[in-house]
């Protein structure tokens, strides 16, 4: 794990286009969050498991190693784990934990599998493979990253819900931002509950493009380390509304590519933000 810390240099980033102008703001190190642990994460050495025990974030200069040789091991799942934990460069701070992921794993690949069949025989449209979350089971995959904390103290105004239902004779059989150039790698918040932030964000580029005919992303990290000041937890989770409340105090976001994303909660170090301004004529 490694805190976000200064980022090199405070010069404010040049705007990408008239739409977009610098600013400065910052919010200070105590108002951004606290460090926070990231999850474990394994890696193959040779023929065998090697499991860590510090984190990066606290070195240690004699680290306790648990190595299991399954050499022996007559269970096909062996080397498919092997496999994935090297492609996926994972790492565990006990044997136990490797344990439970590799069970976790051999199940997921046993559905996977399953599916795949289906697929083949034609009772299926897409095929699966093991990515990153392969490791988890389900109940902790939906647990960590299926969630959305919602204030069951606001309403939906009713003048905005006569708007959805009078647009809704309106709605186009098919709408794919693809066609439209919106092309973007996939996100991933890894261990870190920021979701709400990712959400934002993308919320933002795709305006962004809209108005300026090209995709700028925008930063994440960002919007998890300082959103605190208006009650987000960092990678604890947030809220959309938190989140949008603390852009329009700071006045702007950064580009992704200047405050990149790091799994983690640190202080925002960089000056310079890109205010996103409406054209007169919308």
């Not at 204030?151 to 066609?179: C, N, S, Y």
Request: proline share 5%; charged share 25%.
């Amino acid at each position: 794990t490694t805190n976000q810390g200064d980022i090199p240099g405070k010069t404010a980033p040049q705007p990408v286009d008239p739409a977009l102008s610098p600013t400065a703001k910052r919010c200070s190190g105590a108002s951004c969050g606290a460090m926070v642990s990231l999850s474990q994460e394994l890696e193959t050495v040779g023929s065998e498991w090697s499991f860590v025990g510090p984190s990066r974030q606290q070195p240690d200069s004699s680290p306790t190693v648990a190595k299991v040789n399954n050499a022996t091991s007559a269970d096909s799942g062996d080397s498919r784990f092997r496999s994935y934990m090297q492609s996926h460069h994972k790492r565990y701070y006990a044997k136990y934990r490797a344990d439970r992921r590799r069970t976790a794993f051999v199940h997921n690949l046993e559905e996977i599998n399953e599916h795949n069949q289906q697929f083949k025989a034609g009772k299926s449209r897409f095929r699966l493979a093991p990515n990153a979350f392969a490791d988890m089971p389900n109940s902790e995959y939906r647990k960590r990253l299926v969630r959305l904390k919602t204030d069951t103290h606001r309403k939906v105004r009713q003048t905005i819900a006569d708007e959805l239902v009078a647009m809704a004779g309106d709605i186009p059989e098919e709408l794919d931002w693809r066609d439209k150039g919106f092309k973007t790698e996939v996100a991933n918040q890894k261990s870190c509950g920021s979701c709400y932030a990712f959400s934002v964000g993308y919320a933002i580029a795709a305006q962004l493009m809209k108005h300026i005919g090209r995709i700028e992303l925008v930063s994440e990290q960002q919007m998890v380390d300082c959103s605190t000041t208006e009650g987000n937890l960092g990678c604890g989770g947030g809220s959309l509304r938190n989140t949008l409340k603390y852009l329009e105090q700071a006045g702007g976001v950064m580009r992704q590519v200047d405050y990149p994303y790091t799994n983690s909660v640190g202080n925002w170090g960089g000056e310079g933000l890109l205010v996103v301004k409406t054209p007169p004529s919308v």
